[in-house]
């Protein structure tokens, strides 16, 4: 792509591999920007140890103190910001308020800015958030950091609706899966299967609420199938009442495995602004090993998901019911969809298909 090897610093929130937005939003393009002669340099805002301490719900005094290093540590980098061609931030410099550094970038440095984001994060899905939590916050610093960027990195079409009111340059750069080295169901061995039939969910902790969604479901579910099985993949244990529940805790060497314990996986949604700012990953990290998804036709959903082609969309209780009870009753369907599914991933949500739009964010106007 260039002869010069120009140096790309990425300001991201969290260290290497730790966090499914980075690992599939930009770190998994790393290698493929080092082959077209681009120098990378990252600097996480948390480092490994202060990210466990952020993790373990430390005391509010631990807090304070790895958030007051951290930021004294984020000044510091700026000191790299010179010999930089691109300073790629992906959701915030800081987590917390105004967008000083992006601004400091921006208008001081006069850098070029990739700004990358995957959530409506202008908005929130917690409800309990209090006035304090949300002024450090400063979530409308979005828009400032949209208008001060080079480029704007949007994980989906609504996304970038929010970014062009205020940018644009603005390009739709989907989430996308490794379906050569990771995601790739013929990498490993035949997973055994149980007798019964284990519809599946992945996820973290900050998402297991919407899986309450569907407990009435899967309680009827089960009093047509006495032997199903709920398999709940995510960093913390879920409090679900519900009878044959199976907690497997999420394991990033084994993170792509494990859903082949799976026969069906379920992406279930709240039809509001904020999950319209989603980018499908669940569906899409089913659908790349070949497991059929039944998902709610909230945001991107719609579009990654072809309705009886590459999976299923569900709206009322009785749709998700009569979905999962034919691809539990069907072996052949669940196959059937299971295939469709990874070739619509191969073809548009793959990082071999998406790796010429990824580049493109750094080529100079």
Not at 86 to 114: C, D, N, Q, S, Y
Not at 209 to 230: A, G, T
Not at 287 to 307: F, K
Request: net charge positive; charged share 20%; glycine share 4%.
């Amino acid at each position: 792509m260039t002869s010069n090897r120009q140096c790309i610093l990425f300001l991201v929130p969290y260290p290497q591999g730790t966090v499914a937005s980075q690992r599939f939003r930009f770190e998994q393009y790393i290698p493929i920007l080092v082959e077209n002669g681009f120098q990378v340099t990252r600097l996480p805002f948390f480092s490994a140890s202060q990210y466990i301490r952020v993790n373990s719900r430390a005391n509010p005094a631990i807090l304070a103190g790895v958030l007051i290093v951290s930021f004294i540590k984020r000044i510091v980098a700026l000191l790299k910001v010179p010999g930089a061609a691109f300073v790629f931030i992906h959701r915030e410099a800081t987590p917390a308020g105004p967008p000083v550094i992006e601004w400091i970038i921006a208008r001081l440095f006069r850098k070029k800015i990739i700004y990358d984001f995957d959530d409506a994060i202008w908005l929130t899905d917690n409800i309990h958030e209090s006035r304090i939590a949300s002024f450090f916050r400063w979530r409308q610093k979005a828009s400032t950091i949209c208008s001060l960027s080079y480029r704007v990195s949007c994980g989906n079409a609504y996304l970038a609706a929010f970014a062009r009111k205020f940018n644009t340059q603005v390009t739709v750069n989907p989430t996308t899966i490794d379906t050569e080295t990771l995601h790739n169901p013929a990498l490993y061995k035949l997973v055994k299967k149980e007798a019964s039939i284990t519809i599946g969910w992945t996820g973290t902790h900050s998402t297991l609420k919407y899986l309450q969604m569907l407990i009435p479901v899967f309680q009827h579910l089960q009093s047509l199938h006495k032997e199903l099985r709920l398999l709940v993949i995510a960093d913390r244990q879920p409090d679900i009442q519900i009878s044959n529940l199976k907690f497997v805790p999420w394991n990033k060497e084994t993170e792509a495995e494990d859903l082949l314990k799976l026969d069906i996986g379920v992406m279930p949604l709240p039809d509001n602004a904020w999950s319209k700012g989603k980018c499908g990953f669940k569906a899409l990290q089913y659908m790349a090993m070949e497991i059929p998804c039944v998902a709610s036709p909230v945001g991107v959903n719609t579009e990654i998901i072809e309705h009886g082609i590459t999976g299923y969309l569900a709206t009322t209780p009785q749709q998700w019911i009569d979905l999962l009870d034919d691809l539990i009753r069907n072996e052949n369907l669940r196959e059937k969809i299971g295939k469709a599914g990874r070739q619509k991933v191969l073809a548009r949500y793959s990082v071999t298909a998406n790796r010429f739009n990824f580049l493109s964010l750094f080529e100079k106007k």
